[in-house]
């Protein structure tokens, strides 16, 4: 679809009109009083509230995810699906609920039709829907600290963005509520492990300058530009997205408008004098808003140099022991500060193999003495 057939409406405004208008009076055809749910979620700009009228060109447009009970999924999830194509109408608010790949294309494009639609209404349950965006345990009531450090922030945006319809089991709802946000020994592991990888470069901005690498000292201030947003992330209790919409979802924070203009100095800046100043002093105002966030005993927040060198650091280190020496599920103290799966791996095939980061979680868990 090159050209948008309708005014833009957001991706979860038109969902909860599909939803409305065309699937539920077709469910109740089905059977009525189908005890289900209907929301969007998963996969999509949508979910976490990012998309324009550019996100039209690709898997966007009136979708729906609906969830019924594991014995009603199994009875008319192969009905549903069918008897939707069939029934639904073409365009919602001008928008085709027909959707075509091109060629070996997994991407689908909405495209208006005359026949049945090849719609994007799902149907699951609750329990397999969480196993495939979480991973095996996605459907565990309680998660363990391993689990947890096992799923990508990506994928927990995704299942806990986006926007609920309607509930009527209220098994989504409550799956939603349990995975809002990190158990506390688990965030403070993660708030100890991001300060970790801070320290482990701070001081290498300054190095690689002083051998007259100016690239490479750019490209670690910008390495550790990310991992100060992704923090300031975790303090404000939000799942990071991933790259594509970090600094959108970076900007939303009340802190952005302090930090924002000093991580972009010193990402562009030609010297490093300069890149130091903007970069420590966005590391002192972070440091600050850790030691409010009252998880750990205080820390002093000023710079000082790399031991005897002339580099100014925060020694970022000192947050991560702080925090680390307030944890005491015997899992979490047992772990080297390595974090969650998005704290020492970033490859988009990887996060995407959930049994694949489990097991390798796992691994390194039992490989501590």
Not at 71 to 80: C, F, K, N, S, T
Not at 122 to 140: E, I, S
Not at 209 to 238: F, I, N, P, Q, T
Request: some cysteine.
């Amino acid at each position: 679809m090159s050209t948008p057939p309708a005014a833009f409406v957001p991706g979860l405004q038109l969902s909860e009109i599909l939803y409305r208008e065309a699937v539920l009076p077709l469910l109740e055809e089905i059977r009525p009083g189908l005890p289900h749910a209907a929301a969007r979620v998963g996969a999509g700009s949508e979910v976490l509230g990012f998309d324009t009228a550019r996100s039209a060109d690709h898997e966007w447009g009136p979708r729906l995810d609906l969830f019924l009970a594991p014995e009603d999924a199994a009875e008319l999830g192969p009905r549903i699906g069918p008897f939707l194509a069939e029934r639904l109408p073409k365009e919602i608010r001008g928008w085709p609920t027909h959707f075509v790949r091109a060629g070996s294309d997994p991407v689908g494009l909405m495209t208006p039709t005359e026949g049945p639609v090849d719609h994007r209404v799902a149907v699951d349950t609750v329990d397999g829907w969480l196993v495939r965006q979480l991973g095996p345990a996605g459907a565990a009531d309680p998660l363990t600290p391993l689990d947890w450090l096992a799923v990508p922030q990506q994928r927990l945006a995704e299942a806990t963005g986006g926007a609920v319809h309607h509930d009527g089991p209220g098994a989504l709802t409550a799956a939603r509520r349990r995975l809002a946000w990190y158990p506390d020994e688990v965030w403070r592991y993660l708030l100890a492990c991001q300060w970790q990888r801070i320290s482990q470069e701070e001081a290498f901005v300054g190095r690689c300058a002083e051998v007259g690498d100016a690239l490479g000292s750019a490209v670690v201030a910008a390495r550790l530009a990310r991992d100060l947003m992704r923090l300031c992330l975790l303090l404000a209790r939000r799942y990071a997205p991933y790259s594509k919409w970090l600094g959108s979802a970076f900007a939303q924070l009340p802190v952005a408008g302090e930090l924002s203009p000093l991580l972009r100095r010193a990402i562009a800046a030609f010297d490093h004098p300069e890149r130091e100043r903007a970069l420590g002093a966005a590391m002192e105002r972070v440091a600050r808003l850790q030691n409010a966030a009252d998880l750990a005993p205080p820390v002093d927040p000023t710079l000082r140099n790399y031991h005897g060198r002339p580099f100014r650091v925060l020694h970022a280190e000192r947050f991560a022991e702080a925090l680390a020496g307030t944890l005491t599920d015997p899992t979490l103290v047992a772990l080297p500060l390595t974090g969650g799966v998005d704290q020492w791996a970033d490859n988009t095939d990887l996060i995407h193999q959930p049994h694949a980061l489990a097991a390798t979680v796992r691994a390194l868990a039992d490989d501590q003495p």
